[in-house]
């Protein structure tokens, strides 16, 4: 009888570490072989940090780069506001005429092929410069409304969720003690649901930053995003330069969430502790 669980609990940090190994892996050699010496990034040839220094020194990729932060910091800010409104519409207000085409359309990108969603807003925009003479050309702006219209989508998914789980008895306790509903979601609701909101925003940022398929449809030649620089020269072979930028993109995102987890962390437990003495008093 005490076979199974014994099994069990020696078999499940074996598939958890199997399942880190698979995962994490390929970034850590990414890492290693970014500290390669050689011009070939499969020929290992001692340690050497000359290709961080010619990265840096690589113009076309700066601008990339600070282009592409940009207009993921923008999309995701944007995205956050339209997306918590769009959450609390579908959560908070009652039934309206048009709510499940509002919620189609709300969640339509999740589902939408890339190459679809960017050739339509291809055609938008093309549309709109002839119509009303802007955009007059593709660039920044362009892949900006782009990243928006489907960072949005992701963000009220995520948003909604947290609202869902509240206890609306919260709001309905404010209210009848006076206040507004503005007031009540300003310090009750929007409090409560930050954790989901500052989430929202990572993904968005991260969505942006990564998307290729969209900003190639709706980008000009004066704006090129990493993703785009980082795909054309991939094609013509691996750079160790390209080994290099990741590295730095990983340890800036590990210490971006670690900051965040630490922050949440350290928020729940603040939380848990005033509950504590809540109840303790």
């Not at 900006?144 to 909604?160: L, M």
Request: a positive charge; one cysteine or more; hydrophobic letters at 60%.
């Amino acid at each position: 009888m005490n076979m199974i669980p014994v099994s069990r609990s020696r078999l499940r940090p074996l598939i958890l570490w199997l399942g880190f190994g698979f995962l994490y892996a390929p970034m850590l050699l990414l890492i290693i072989y970014s500290f390669n010496s050689s011009r070939l990034v499969t020929v290992w040839a001692g340690w050497s940090a000359r290709w961080y220094g010619e990265l840096l020194a690589d113009d076309m990729m700066m601008q990339a780069v600070g282009l592409s932060l940009t207009i993921a910091f923008f999309a995701a800010s944007a995205a956050v506001v339209l997306g918590t409104v769009a959450g609390f519409v579908l959560t908070r207000i009652g039934r309206f005429r048009g709510e499940g085409g509002f919620a189609f359309m709300i969640t339509a990108p999740l589902v939408m092929p890339e190459v679809i969603t960017g050739l339509s807003l291809l055609l938008l925009f093309v549309a709109m410069g002839d119509l009303v003479g802007w955009p007059a050309q593709r660039g920044m702006s362009t892949i900006w409304i782009a990243h928006v219209t489907f960072c949005t989508a992701y963000v009220a998914v995520v948003v909604s969720s947290r609202l869902r789980e509240l206890d609306r008895s919260l709001e309905e306790a404010a209210m009848d003690l006076g206040a507004r509903p503005l007031k009540v979601f300003f310090v009750i609701t929007l409090p409560i649901i930050a954790p989901a909101i500052v989430a929202g925003w990572l993904l968005a940022f991260t969505l942006s930053l990564d998307d290729l398929v969209i900003a190639s449809f709706v980008s000009g030649p004066n704006a090129t995003t990493l993703p785009m620089v980082v795909f054309s020269s991939v094609r013509l072979g691996v750079s160790p330069k390209i080994n290099a930028l990741a590295t730095i993109i990983i340890v800036i995102v590990s210490l971006v969430t670690f900051i965040g987890w630490w922050l949440m962390a350290r928020a729940e437990k603040r939380r848990a502790q005033e509950a504590a003495a809540a109840r303790a008093g």
